[in-house]
């Protein structure tokens, strides 16, 4: 009625606590609603639950607190099934609900921080299967590395196609201090937790080691959540779940997840990150100001190993075979191992050699990570050896050479199949035409007949040869006007020569 003064017969309700048609009974009946009996309300109704609740749900509700009322409801469903239960979900979990409020167990509180400027980096990795990224038509199994500053939310990230290992840590956050232009007094991360699981003791105390001096390094604290307790990293957590709806949603206006190249993805996400910086602007320059400078170069950031050449032309590094150029068999190469490549070197300082970063497979057996350029001139030697090779299907440098393979070797006669695709990738190589050879064979795989009639597939190498010949050159009709020799003797004079 106070509020009934000021405002009208809706709002006043409202602030009354009451619906618009108690409020417009009160004003008419100029009396205020008389308090229930006893200081509860009575009930006017039949109790739905027919005496069940207090015989048998809140008795398992004060032995079970953390008990559902949709497990409750199954269980009742279970003893009662005469009764109609499906109608009386609502009203059970309401009561469960105010049961729980009054009797409930204490919950976990979560105390918000409140963070200094400088004060905490945060590192992490997410996993991105369900964004379903592709690249060049094939699926991308990866995960993002994520940095975030705690203060301002600064954040820096970037695929990784390995798992959660101490080189994708320094990598990620090297790049992401260089970026930003300082460092935080503290580095926090459950990163090394996780690499560490299945490390040995000797194995994880270098690990650690090397956590300790990079971060001795740049100046920072090293500290970590305490295992299974994600809320600890909540200033980068719950960054995760905005940055992958984010890329989600972008992925979604862009209206295609294929992308042309690695070095593509990397870029978009670069772009999108940046945009995502660029609205805490103002956040981020107070937070710079009170960031550490950057030591005068960057550490280490890569796994080191010593291979050996075999007579395959390749070395076996972590379960992964890697072909090599032919000329560096029984050679030792120092290898560098990073996230996504590996750089090979030999004697001085300047690589020999950049490979693409292997994975082994799941169940043991291992992975190959193989260019027929480096094994071409000798298969062409050798055709045969291909039909057994070990690392035949990483041999293909497409899908469709593969496809191409299998509707040849469906023919029956192996030897014909094996010359075809070594001739094909000869081809490929000498010319520089794998795209375009790659095109060509999916052409005529689609014209020609499959099934049963599959038999008669053939590949007219001869044929492909002349289309991806070289255009012969004409040579141009060059003419050189000489100017006669007495045009010297009138320069002369002018440059000051005596005759």
Not at 11 to 20: D, H, L, P, R, T
Not at 56 to 70: D, K
Not at 394 to 409: D, K, N, Q, V
Request: net charge positive; hydrophobic share 40%.
């Amino acid at each position: 009625m106070e509020s009934r003064h000021h405002h009208s017969q809706s709002v006043a309700a409202a602030k009354g606590g009451f619906s618009e048609r108690t409020g417009r009974r009160i004003e008419t009946e100029h009396r205020r609603p008389s308090p229930p009996p006893g200081g509860r309300r009575v009930r006017k109704t039949a109790d739905p639950f027919q005496g069940l609740w207090d015989s048998e749900i809140r008795p398992m509700l004060e032995a079970e607190p953390g008990l559902r009322a949709v497990t409750l409801l199954e269980e009742m469903q279970r003893r009662h099934p005469d009764h109609d239960w499906d109608r009386l979900r609502r009203s059970l979990e309401r009561r469960v609900r105010a049961w729980s409020a009054e009797h409930g167990a204490e919950r976990a509180v979560i105390f918000r921080q409140d963070h200094i400027p400088g004060q905490q980096g945060l590192s992490d990795f997410t996993d991105m299967g369900d964004v379903a990224v592709s690249i060049a038509g094939q699926p991308l199994d990866h995960r993002l590395y994520h940095f975030v500053l705690a203060y301002s939310a600064w954040e820096h990230a970037e695929p990784v196609l390995g798992g959660e290992s101490f080189t994708a840590l320094a990598v990620g956050l090297q790049n992401a201090l260089w970026a930003l232009g300082g460092v935080p007094a503290e580095h926090r991360s459950d990163s090394l937790s996780a690499a560490f699981r299945n490390l040995d003791h000797d194995a994880r105390r270098d690990q650690t080691c090397r956590y300790e001096a990079f971060c001795a390094h740049y100046g920072m604290t090293p500290t970590r959540n305490t295992t299974g307790v994600a809320h600890e990293n909540g200033a980068i957590e719950s960054q995760h779940g905005h940055l992958k709806r984010s890329i989600a949603q972008a992925l979604l206006l862009r209206s295609s997840r294929n992308f042309e190249s690695l070095d593509a993805y990397r870029a978009w996400i670069a772009d999108l990150i940046g945009r995502r910086n660029a609205r805490r602007a103002k956040m981020v320059r107070l937070e710079c100001a009170a960031l550490s400078e950057l030591p005068p170069h960057r550490i280490s950031d890569y796994d080191e190993a010593t291979v050996f050449v075999t007579s395959s032309s390749g070395f076996v590094l972590r379960k992964v075979f890697y072909s090599v150029p032919s000329r560096l068999i029984s050679f030792r190469l120092r290898v560098r191992l990073y996230d996504d490549r590996l750089e090979c070197f030999h004697g001085g300082s300047s690589p020999v050699l950049t490979l693409r970063r292997g994975r082994s497979h799941g169940n043991g057996r291992r992975g190959h990570v193989v260019d027929y350029r480096h094994v071409i001139h000798s298969l062409r030697r050798k055709p045969m050896a291909l039909l057994n090779l070990v690392y035949r299907d990483a041999l293909f440098p497409r899908p469709a050479y593969r496809l191409a393979w299998e509707r040849l070797i469906a023919v029956g006669d192996t030897r014909i199949a094996c010359r075809t695709m070594v001739a094909l990738l000869a081809l490929a190589h000498e010319r520089g035409c794998e795209a375009e050879l790659a095109a060509a064979l999916t052409e005529q795989m689609r014209e020609a007949p499959d099934g049963a009639s599959a038999t008669a597939f053939t590949i007219d190498v001869s044929a492909l040869r002349a289309r991806f010949a070289p255009i012969p050159a004409l040579m141009p009709d060059i003419v050189v006007n000489l100017p006669p020799v007495a045009g010297y003797d009138a320069l002369l004079p002018s440059l000051g020569v005596a005759a």
